[in-house]
């Protein structure tokens, strides 16, 4: 069975391979043509981004394929070896611990080209080397403590269980639900500045939006992203009473009051037709599945990574072999996405207005540099958004007409004064 899972791993690093070569060729055939959404230097650019985005995944691609074959060919054995410990549930914490951290180091040469290289290239990061440095030990400190707490239920749970897939998924479920209840509280107390928005009219009229849907929040906030990064976002962060309304400090910078309120009206159509709770009802879904399968693994393919069948190896092959699962599942639950986001368009349109959404996605992809045209294959595998070219189509605007070039020519224009 070993066997099997191996070569999924192969079909799933060869569709990465060949997904991003796809995307590669196509945007460069794209960025010749005549721009749209984009004015010409800005499309070039994005254009640029994204072709270099996609010759780091190759890398990276390949190199996490040799990783891969390095652990399961005699890395996960030798650390087994090294690790003598008796308790199956303090080993499971420790080897798992080693797992994750070596792994994070193998590929922490991306992430510092990506942050301090590429992103700064493009006008993207803002990140310092003492931000990053302590962005990193917060989070590995988060990792090691609670992380730790989450390997050691787990194994607890498969040595004490019967049926332990099913008791272990009801247990990573429930974490996870408590993780994005948690989520923005933890990011004020440890990395971002969250304050109440300066802009009092601006606070009026979003909390009048949020009464208008029914979305009950604990503040609207505003939150210093632009120390990291100067991309544009917003976001609805936390569960019940957690929940609160977050917009980046560059967002608030960039966008005019309708603007923003049109993407809120967008976030919050996505509340009002029940998106958040499908996704947590399909994420639970795919979860009882991962489980169904890692819990009722043959012998053979412990034997065959020289491993025992306990805690720690059971939970380190579920690391290694479900991103497997996750790919090939992934067309279907981006199709499912790509939907909502359209209905969750027309419901920020309504909310607001189409030419206030429009106006508002013009800039986004602007500030964010995103190209607007992908290879159909690279869409139905990664695009969990429709293309923007596609939303404006269902808002009821061509891209190429003169009225829309117009609006395009008047946000880039006026972008300085907002």
Same mark, same amino acid.
């Given at each position: 069975?070993?066997?099997?899972?191996?070569?999924?791993?192969?079909?799933?690093?060869?569709?990465?391979?060949?997904?991003?070569?796809?995307?590669?060729?196509?945007?460069?055939?794209?960025?010749?043509?005549?721009?749209?959404?984009?004015?010409?230097?800005?499309?070039?650019?994005?254009?640029?981004?994204?072709?270099?985005?996609?010759?780091?995944?190759?890398?990276?691609?390949?190199?996490?394929?040799?990783?891969?074959?390095?652990?399961?060919?005699?890395?996960?054995?030798?650390?087994?070896?090294?690790?003598?410990?008796?308790?199956?549930?303090?080993?499971? @914490?420790?080897? =798992? !611990?080693?797992?994750?951290?070596? *792994?994070? /180091?193998?590929?922490?040469?991306?992430? #510092?080209? $990506? +942050?301090?290289?590429?992103?700064?290239?493009?006008?993207?990061?803002?990140?310092?080397?003492?931000?990053?440095?302590?962005?990193?030990?917060?989070?590995?400190?988060?990792?090691?403590?609670?992380?730790?707490?989450?390997?050691?239920?787990?194994?607890?749970?498969?040595?004490?269980?019967?049926?332990?897939?099913?008791?272990?998924?009801?247990?990573?479920?429930?974490?996870?639900?408590?993780?994005?209840?948690?989520?923005?509280?933890?990011?004020?107390?440890?990395?971002?500045?969250?304050?109440?928005?300066?802009?009092?009219?601006?606070?009026?009229?979003?909390?009048?939006?949020?009464?208008?849907?029914?979305?009950?929040?604990?503040? @609207?906030?505003? =939150? !210093?992203?632009?120390?990291?990064? *100067?991309? /544009?976002?917003?976001?609805?962060?936390? #569960?019940? $009473? +957690?929940?609160?309304?977050?917009?980046?400090?560059?967002?608030?910078?960039?966008?005019?009051?309708?603007?923003?309120?049109?993407?809120?009206?967008?976030?919050?159509?996505?509340?009002?037709?029940?998106?958040?709770?499908?996704?947590?009802?399909?994420?639970?879904?795919?979860?009882?599945?991962?489980?169904?399968?890692?819990?009722?693994?043959?012998?053979?393919?412990?034997?065959?990574?020289?491993?025992?069948?306990?805690?720690?190896?059971?939970?380190?092959?579920?690391?290694?072999?479900?991103?497997?699962?996750?790919?090939?599942?992934?067309?279907?639950?981006?199709?499912?996405?790509?939907?909502?986001?359209?209905?969750?368009?027309?419901?920020?349109?309504?909310?607001?207005?189409?030419?206030?959404?429009?106006?508002?996605?013009?800039?986004?992809?602007?500030?964010?540099?995103?190209?607007?045209?992908?290879?159909?294959?690279?869409?139905?595998?990664?695009?969990?958004?429709?293309?923007?070219?596609?939303?404006?189509?269902?808002?009821?605007?061509?891209?190429?007409?003169?009225?829309?070039?117009?609006?395009?020519?008047?946000?880039?224009?006026?972008?300085?004064?907002?």
């Amino acid at each position: 069975m070993l066997e099997i899972f191996v070569i999924g791993y192969c079909l799933y690093f060869i569709f990465n391979i060949y997904t991003s070569f796809m995307q590669i060729g196509f945007v460069k055939n794209a960025k010749d043509l005549k721009a749209v959404i984009l004015d010409q230097d800005k499309y070039l650019e994005a254009a640029n981004y994204s072709i270099e985005k996609e010759k780091i995944a190759i890398l990276s691609s390949f190199y996490s394929f040799f990783i891969f074959v390095l652990w399961i060919g005699f890395g996960l054995s030798s650390l087994d070896s090294l690790i003598n410990i008796e308790s199956s549930l303090i080993k499971a @914490v420790v080897f =798992v !611990d080693l797992f994750i951290i070596i *792994n994070w /180091l193998l590929g922490l040469p991306f992430d #510092l080209y $990506s +942050t301090f290289k590429l992103d700064k290239k493009y006008g993207f990061s803002n990140m310092t080397s003492a931000l990053y440095i302590k962005d990193t030990l917060k989070s590995g400190a988060l990792f090691l403590v609670f992380g730790s707490l989450v390997i050691a239920g787990i194994s607890w749970i498969i040595t004490s269980l019967s049926s332990w897939w099913i008791w272990g998924f009801v247990f990573i479920f429930a974490v996870i639900i408590l993780i994005n209840m948690l989520y923005p509280i933890i990011r004020d107390k440890m990395f971002d500045k969250f304050e109440s928005l300066k802009d009092k009219e601006l606070e009026a009229k979003i909390e009048n939006l949020l009464d208008k849907v029914g979305f009950k929040s604990s503040g @609207v906030f505003s =939150v !210093d992203a632009s120390k990291r990064d *100067n991309r /544009l976002n917003a976001y609805f962060g936390g #569960l019940g $009473s +957690t929940k609160r309304v977050v917009l980046f400090d560059t967002l608030v910078e960039k966008l005019s009051h309708n603007e923003l309120l049109a993407v809120l009206g967008h976030e919050l159509g996505h509340f009002k037709n029940g998106d958040i709770l499908k996704n947590i009802g399909i994420m639970g879904v795919v979860m009882f599945v991962f489980f169904a399968i890692f819990g009722n693994l043959s012998e053979e393919i412990f034997l065959g990574l020289s491993l025992e069948n306990e805690p720690y190896a059971i939970i380190t092959v579920f690391l290694i072999f479900s991103p497997i699962l996750s790919f090939f599942l992934m067309p279907l639950i981006s199709l499912i996405s790509r939907h909502n986001e359209y209905a969750a368009d027309e419901f920020g349109s309504n909310m607001q207005s189409k030419e206030d959404l429009v106006s508002a996605l013009l800039k986004l992809a602007n500030e964010n540099k995103s190209f607007p045209l992908s290879h159909p294959i690279y869409i139905f595998f990664y695009y969990s958004h429709p293309p923007l070219v596609e939303r404006f189509k269902e808002l009821g605007y061509d891209v190429n007409s003169q009225a829309d070039t117009a609006l395009k020519d008047s946000v880039f224009n006026n972008a300085s004064t907002i």
